[in-house]
């Protein structure tokens, strides 16, 4: 008779964490900003159709880092979430709390119980608004875990080096291709380029018009960097 | 309230109809109203759209009637769908605001899930679908029956479709008018078309087609100079949708009124 094997909660969390933390890592990072203008989010992502930002509503973006058919499922699911809610009550009534909170309850369930294996995935849901004060950035890990963030944000491999050469470099006071430049040498680092055909880039405009979302041409791109 | 999640045979796809059916909200639910009934609901009236050279108009009047009355005064029964189109209304009311919201809401959903927008005909098309499955409650008096009308980035140029209440879907060549006072103002617009008619020629015979509409058909209302309430009339071309502004309107019925008078 063979012996049911014993693995003890703990070990087993820690397992899952280093499943999901080795697939997140193996991905390419990308980085939120919140600036005068509205929120810029810089992807590294050389494809054109497969997108890691995408608009989810009038104000709200997506970003997804790791597994790319993880994290698009749980686009849509999005995408569902906030128009059943537009829909039943009003397109005022959709905000990146909310979502954040379910994309949270999502991964945190798949982790913890249901799942045969977590979810490789980190994302980001941001929301722009009037003034820099109320625009919302949320960060969700692979394990449900929910952070507000506040500037800038860093997700997917090597978020903390990242974040090291983004922080002295990131001021309030950026434009729109500041930002991207700010955004472009953190992800880089020392050793590494990036051509405006590698980055996938998108802003949440300030600008009042109701859909928020644009995405930043490869010509716009290559002018910011010159 | 939780992520609608769905396994891969079960995905509602691109579809917002579908993916309502799947939550349980039924967009068009089977009705039981008698005939007389669903004529004393408030009804929208007369709309058009004719091509220009590089684009389509869309016009509609303002009135809303329940049975003899005036329901209401300021209905919108021309609103933009998305960047290059837009949907005009005529029919029972209700059923017509709800499914120009759930159109406007289906054409967004489908370029956020696919990443890419529906073509102008792939629009026209799913408008079809939605009149087809209103069939129930138009056997039963609640008729809608819309205009779709765009600029097609594919061929250039300005394309119109007008339905029946069963979902046909008809692209016309040069104009077209539903509702109500159709017949009047589809009548000005066949004398008045011409073959690449300017932004503003056209602008020009679309109110006039609504003038005579109300002129002659009690449930199309004409310019209220009292209220400073003006039919919708906008444009569409390759920089998008704009509507003409109430004053621009208001020194067009003015001309108008004056020619009327004079004749």
């Known amino acids: 008779m063979s012996m049911p094997f014993y693995v003890s909660p703990e070990q087993m969390m820690k397992d899952r964490a280093d499943y999901a933390r080795k697939g997140i890592a193996r991905g390419r990072a990308l980085v939120a900003m919140q600036i005068a203008d509205g929120i810029v989010i810089v992807a590294e992502n050389p494809s054109t159709t497969l997108r890691k930002v995408s608009e989810i509503y009038d104000r709200i973006a997506f970003a997804g880092v790791g597994k790319y ?39 945190g369930d798949v982790f913890s119980t249901m799942g045969p294996k977590p979810l490789e995935v980190e994302l980001l849901v941001v929301e722009v608004s009037d003034v820099v004060a109320n625009d919302r950035m949320f960060h969700i890990l692979y394990d449900g875990t929910l952070l507000e963030e506040k500037r800038f944000c860093v997700l997917g491999g090597d978020a903390e080096g990242i974040l090291k050469r983004l922080e002295p470099n990131f001021n309030d006071n950026l434009d729109v291709a500041g930002a991207i430049r700010v955004a472009v040498t953190a992800l880089t680092g020392p050793e590494r380029t990036l051509a405006a055909s590698d980055l996938e880039i998108a802003t949440l405009s300030r600008n009042g018009k109701r859909r928020a979302f644009t995405r930043v041409s490869d010509d716009a791109v290559a002018i910011a960097l010159r | ?150 600029y097609d980035p594919l061929v250039g140029r300005g394309r119109l479709w007008d339905y029946d209440p069963t979902g046909g879907r008809y692209e016309e060549r040069d104009f077209v008018a539903t509702g109500s006072g159709s017949r009047l103002a589809g009548t000005v617009l066949r004398v008045g078309w011409r073959q690449n008619l300017s932004c503003e020629a056209a602008i020009d015979l679309a109110a006039r087609a609504l003038w005579e509409a109300s002129d002659a058909d009690a449930a199309t209302g004409g310019p209220d100079v009292l209220r400073g309430i003006y039919p919708i009339v906008a444009s569409i071309d390759s920089t998008g949708w704009s509507r003409v502004d109430d004053t621009r309107l208001a020194a067009m019925y003015e001309t108008i009124m004056g020619e009327v008078r004079t004749r």
């Open chain 1, 69 to 107: 058919n993880e994290f698009d499922q749980l686009r849509v699911a999005g995408v569902r979430a906030a128009e059943l809610r537009g829909y039943q009550y009003s397109r005022n009534d959709v905000d990146a709390r909310s979502l954040a909170n379910q994309y949270a309850q999502v991964l």
């Open chain 2, 1 to 150: 309230m939780t992520m609608p999640r769905f396994s891969t045979g079960d995905d509602p796809g691109a579809s917002f109809a579908e993916l309502l059916r799947k939550v349980g909200i039924d967009p068009f639910p089977a009705t039981l109203v008698s005939a007389s009934d669903a004529q004393s609901f408030p009804h929208a009236t007369t709309c058009l759209a004719l091509t220009f050279d590089g684009g389509v108009i869309m016009a509609g009047d303002r009135r809303a009637t329940a049975g003899m009355s005036i329901s209401h005064r300021t209905m919108d029964k021309v609103v933009q769908a998305d960047d290059l189109s837009g949907v005009a209304i005529a029919g029972t009311a209700g059923p017509a605001m709800e499914m120009i919201k759930l159109f406007q809401l289906q054409l967004e959903y489908y370029e956020k899930v696919e990443g890419q927008a529906l073509s102008l005909e792939g629009k026209a098309n799913q408008l079809s679908m939605m009149v087809r499955s209103n069939l129930p409650a138009a056997m039963q008096g609640l008729m809608v029956v819309p205009i779709f009308a765009g």
